[in-house]
């Protein structure tokens, strides 16, 4: 990674001097890139100041660009406040700072950062310009809410072949992104806190919306998408009044509706970490905690999990309530799930540990799940006889309980806005965790974001082209035609630019089908199949 970021350093260096030479041509070349079809510009200029970019062998890139003041000090769990203007050309050749986490490998952030100042967006938009402002695809990134990075995702490929303006953005998370206090309440105009992180978010599509047409991009045609924790901040922006206008599509991977975390219990979260830093009186715990070094933050959270918050402006209520009343922004919606999706958790869980789940473990860790009393109803759906080990038993419930169902019910309930269920079912796609050296006692086949490699066609993290074979590279380039088709019209079927596509229906009331994504076996599936594979119907009645 590191030679590539050299190469891009150096040919951004020489723009850059050609640009200070001549930058009044530079901001007359930014109009120019509108009217007419050509080499887009170097130096454009944002709302705050002009930025040079540079070009790949695929896109031009913007990198770390902010948008959004540094939420340090002060501005330590308050809703971001405007990043200041700067003059002259800013240099945005180089990735900005991870946002503060502890490294996980389950995050794709492997080495923990302390950094705050971390609001920025990287812009990928094709190396020549049509005349027509191009479909903006802002990329949320996943993590559990817990850590992650928009700069492992190289949408270079991704801006070229679907011919988008692709916004990556970076947002707070873990406690820094949704803390919750009863003295963070009173600082607010809601008498709410826990949700920083999906404000960023929503900053960032503010931004986008004043500064896409400079880099070629439609303000007025924009979607969200993201995967996992980032799929579903797509469904919980959805779900958000104050996200009203800022996005006219939407595509969640591997993450959508869910019943959301309610504020008793955020509040008892944040009261623990609180404690943990000696932050023990309620009514000055925010000004203690934002007096700690954001290092000491980080080993105080621990293993607490953080996550956006039910019951403020931001998020009143869950995405899961949200969608069943009808409250919610109707746009078309793309979405669905991996066919394997718990093998990963699994695997990086238990194998990535040395301590495969062993058939002793397998009843305490569903009763852990599930609770007492559903626990033998599911040991006895999913008996470990049923399976080839206890991890693939487990990763099975997981899958179904955690992701199908829940992606299929979300299918029926969006199908008023127009919705496209599918179903990544590559049973042996690459694996980059064979390529880092790391071995699992069972095969990770379409588990969870093992569909990024195909919407990006890049490795997250390596930044490199993954060993597809033929037919993984052609359902590669079908996922970026349907992805980036629907972002420009709402529909994922259009005239191909690689290829015929098969046809994608629209999941409707009297029409439930699903795209099964498969190489050169994509094609329709019945819902009701779809449901029977991943035993929703169990799963509905559990529920209640």
Not at 377 to 403: G, K
Request: charged letters at 15%.
């Amino acid at each position: 990674m590191a030679p590539r970021r050299s190469i891009r350093r150096l040919a951004a260096a020489a723009s850059l001097a050609l640009g200070l030479t001549g930058m009044a041509t530079g901001h007359a070349a930014a109009a120019a890139g509108h009217s007419q079809t050509g080499s887009a510009p170097l130096i454009v200029r944002t709302d705050k100041g002009a930025v040079q970019g540079f070009f790949t062998a695929d896109a031009r890139e913007f990198l770390g660009i902010p948008y959004a003041a540094p939420p340090v000090g002060a501005l330590r769990w308050r809703p971001p406040q405007p990043a200041a203007p700067w003059t002259g050309i800013k240099d945005t050749t180089t990735f900005g700072p991870v946002c503060a986490q502890t490294g996980n490998v389950g995050t794709g952030v492997i080495n923990t950062s302390t950094a705050e100042d971390c609001l920025v967006v990287n812009v990928y938009t094709p190396k020549t310009l049509p005349r027509r402002p191009l479909p903006v695809m802002v990329w949320i990134h996943g993590g559990g809410f817990s850590g992650g990075t928009a700069n492992i995702y190289d949408s270079a490929v991704l801006a070229a072949k679907g011919n988008v303006i692709v916004v990556n953005i970076n947002y707070r998370v873990n406690a820094f992104g949704f803390l919750a206090l009863p003295s963070l309440d009173r600082e607010s105009r809601d008498n709410s806190s826990g949700d920083y992180g999906l404000q960023d978010q929503q900053a960032a599509l503010r931004w986008v919306k004043r500064n896409s047409f400079a880099f070629g991009g439609n303000p007025f045609n924009v979607t969200i998408f993201g995967e996992s924790a980032g799929g579903a901040s797509v469904c919980d922006n959805m779900s958000s009044p104050t996200a009203f206008g800022l996005f006219s599509r939407a595509i969640a991977e591997s993450g959508c509706v869910n019943p959301g975390v309610t504020k008793q219990a955020a509040e008892q979260l944040g009261a623990t970490l609180a404690k943990n830093l000696g932050c023990t009186d309620a009514n000055t715990a925010a000004d203690c905690l934002r007096g700690k070094p954001a290092a000491d933050i980080l080993q105080a959270e621990g293993a607490m999990r953080f996550s956006p918050v039910v019951g403020g402006l931001t998020l009143p209520r869950s995405s899961l309530d949200a969608f069943r009343s009808g409250q919610f922004i109707h746009v078309p919606l793309l979405q669905g799930t991996n066919h394997d999706e718990g093998r990963f958790f699994v695997a990086v869980g238990f194998d990535l540990l040395g301590n495969p789940i062993t058939a002793q473990q397998y009843p305490g860790l569903v009763q852990g799940m599930f609770g007492a009393s559903a626990t033998p109803a599911i040991l006895a759906h999913y008996p470990l006889s049923s399976f080839a080990s206890p991890d693939l038993a487990f990763a099975q419930i997981f899958t179904d309980s955690r992701f199908s169902c829940p992606a299929l019910l979300a299918d029926n309930l969006a199908t008023g806005s127009g919705a496209y269920g599918y179903e990544f079912s590559d049973p042996s796609p690459p694996d980059i965790f064979a390529i880092l050296g790391i071995h699992f006692t069972f095969p990770v086949a379409a588990g969870h974001s093992t569909e990024l490699q195909y919407v990006f066609q890049r490795f997250p993290i390596l930044d490199s082209l993954p060993p597809f074979t033929a037919a993984q590279l052609r359902l590669s380039d079908q996922i970026i035609q349907y992805w980036s088709r629907f972002a420009a019209t709402g529909t994922p079927n259009v005239s191909p630019f690689a290829g015929p596509a098969p046809h994608w229906p629209r999941f409707t009331a009297g029409h439930q089908e699903i795209q099964e994504l498969v190489p050169d076996a994509t094609a329709p599936e019945p819902a009701a199949a779809f449901s029977a594979a991943h035993q929703c119907a169990f799963w509905q009645a559990i529920a209640g």
